[in-house]
């Protein structure tokens, strides 16, 4: 089993920038693909980034495109989110996930608690 620990969400005016981290557990993540997604209230949880896990892959929702940076380090068992230039829309709880790589939830087998980003005006 794998686990995975998501850190670095805080409270942060728009326009500014944060990282978040994700740190697996248990089983390495080579090879998998790690995405992370969000959720913000009362929304449905929603694709943000995916990275292959050959780390030469990378995809990004249309609304962050520009802005977000999907990273790997698997040297160190984790994979990062960094997120420039934010607005309100990206409050958020987020979460990142190990294991196919893509927009799609479903494929994806082992997930995060989330860390709360909330962003501001």
């Known amino acids: 089993q794998m686990q995975l620990a998501e850190s670095g969400g805080r409270l942060v005016q728009a326009g500014g920038s944060l990282r978040l981290s994700c740190v697996a557990s248990?089983?390495?993540?080579?090879?998998?693909?790690i995405g992370w997604f969000r959720q913000a209230p009362g929304q449905e949880r929603e694709f943000v980034a995916t990275?292959?896990?050959?780390?030469?892959?990378?995809y990004y929702t249309n609304s962050v495109k520009g802005r977000f940076t999907i990273s790997r380090d698997d040297a160190k068992n984790a994979a990062y989110l960094q997120m420039n230039r934010l607005s309100a829309e990206d409050t958020a709880v987020y979460y990142c996930?190990?294991?196919?790589?893509?927009?799609?939830?479903?494929?994806?087998?082992?997930w995060g608690q989330g860390t709360q980003v909330t962003v501001s005006s």
């Open positions: 996930a190990a294991g196919w790589y893509g927009n799609n939830p479903d494929a994806y087998a082992y």
């Open positions: 248990g089983r390495t993540i080579n090879n998998y693909g």
């Open positions: 990275i292959s896990g050959n780390g030469f892959n990378t």
